[in-house]
């Protein structure tokens, strides 16, 4: 849809409240708990007790010594306590590994991007065979990981950055589903409240000017391809392009007036997760997904795909809706 240029700085649609989305759709024992991105509001809360122990009084925080930090055969006990809340990445290297010096700054850099979702435990294993000869690891690099304890093997040897995000994606899905949702607060000291991670995109989303927020988060991605808060400020962007100017009622009931009408299932699905109806949204699309096939089968599987992104991967809605998606496709 066109927009006059005079028009670019305009307020969203009244009652179109983007940056609250996620918390519409959540259970009300849930939104109270967390905030914009789905991040706890907490995040970053200082540590009071040991490393593994709840942070600022947040039982969604678990304090840590840093996003990366260094075990030894003494201290890896704590990793189990903190797995239980944040899934721990471990590194297992040794000095004169060559591949490790490649890997080892990407490991850290990925897992400092997704900003406390993941923590990075190095252990050197020379330093430490025990843990080696515990991990069964043969060669190095060597990359497992620790949900609730129990190790995960993800990778050997040293990959290139874009594969190792996608171990870390999956990760971070195979800890949602076994209830690890936590974040790590670095520190002992109670920060300052952090302001928005993008705030020019922000303000302009704000102010309904989608094209600029749009290009401001699609730049904090190329920078750093694992921001949460930009893919979340994209796919907000991107469904508030598409609503602006349009009543959510109206297009509910187009779409319900006229249910095989592809394109206008998508327009009330947008509606539907802008009124905090996540569920019947994807329910509409996911049923249309059954029934069509070639470019409009998907175009309905991106927009749900964009949806999740709105909502984000702790929502209970998207949890169901991508077992169903996978039925529907597969």
Known sequence: MSMDPSQESTQPNQGLDLSAVRSKNMPAEQAGQTGQGGQAAGAGAG????????????????AVPGL????????????????????????????????????????????????????????????NPRLQQAFGVQSIPTVVALIKG??????????PEPQVQAYFDELLKLAGENGVTGHAAVGGAEPEPAGPAHPEAEEALAKGDFDTAENLFKAALANSPADEEAKFGLAR??????????????????AD???????????????????GKAGSAFNRLISLIRTTAGDEKESLRLRVLDLFEVLGADDPAVTKARTALMRALF
């Open 47 to 62: 540590a009071d007790g040991a490393a593994g122990g709840p942070a600022g009084g947040d039982p969604n925080a678990v």
């Open 68 to 127: 990366v930090f260094d075990v030894d055969e003494s201290t890896f006990t704590s990793l189990v306590a903190i797995s239980d809340r944040v899934p721990v990445v471990i590194d297992l290297w040794a000095e004169w590994c060559e591949p490790c010096k490649q890997l080892s700054p990407i490991l850290e850099r990925v897992v400092t991007a997704y900003g406390g979702r993941l923590v990075l435990a190095k252990v050197d294993v020379d330093a």
């Open 150 to 159: 129990q190790p995960v093997p993800l990778f050997q040897s040293a990959l």
């Open 237 to 254: 962007a991107g469904l508030g392009r598409r609503l602006i100017d349009q009543e959510p009622a109206d297009l509910i009931a187009a």
């Open 257 to 275: 007036a006229d249910p095989k009408n592809v394109e206008a299932a998508k327009a009330a699905a947008d509606a539907e997760v802008v009124s």
